[in-house]
């Protein structure tokens, strides 16, 4: 049964920091591209982050997080974290963990973990 639960989301003040993390079983989770998604109230889902399954372990981020979050694996414990400092109000969102098979043959998402940045 393949399962990713997020974790670690909840209120914080603009600027202070908040790691979230994703338990995944089910799926080849070494050999799996991970991704950390986030949906604000009203708005589509967007990408936030990347892990590849390559040797290098490859991450890009997209550009309103880039310098401030990190993601990172363990693919001995099967968890994908998301490091997020100097918070603001505009990442105010539900984040998404995500696996994708390497091949595109399997897309799996977690539940979601709040975050709210407010003062």
């Known amino acids: 049964q393949v399962q990713l639960v997020e974790s670690g989301g909840g209120l914080v003040q603009p600027g202070e920091s908040l790691r979230l993390s994703c338990a995944a079983s089910g799926f080849p989770f070494t050999s799996s591209l991970m991704r950390w998604y986030r949906q604000a109230p009203g708005k589509e889902r967007e990408w936030v982050a990347a892990?590849?399954?390559?040797?290098?372990?490859?991450?890009i981020y997209a550009d309103p997080v880039k310098g401030r979050f990190t993601i990172s694996r363990d693919d001995s414990k099967n968890t994908l974290s998301l490091q997020m400092n100097a918070l603001k109000p505009d990442d105010t969102a539900t984040y998404f963990c995500n696996a994708h098979g390497r091949l595109g043959q399997y897309e799996y998402w977690g539940q979601g973990t709040q975050v709210t940045v407010s003062s």
């Open positions: 892990s590849f399954a390559d040797s290098r372990r490859t991450q």
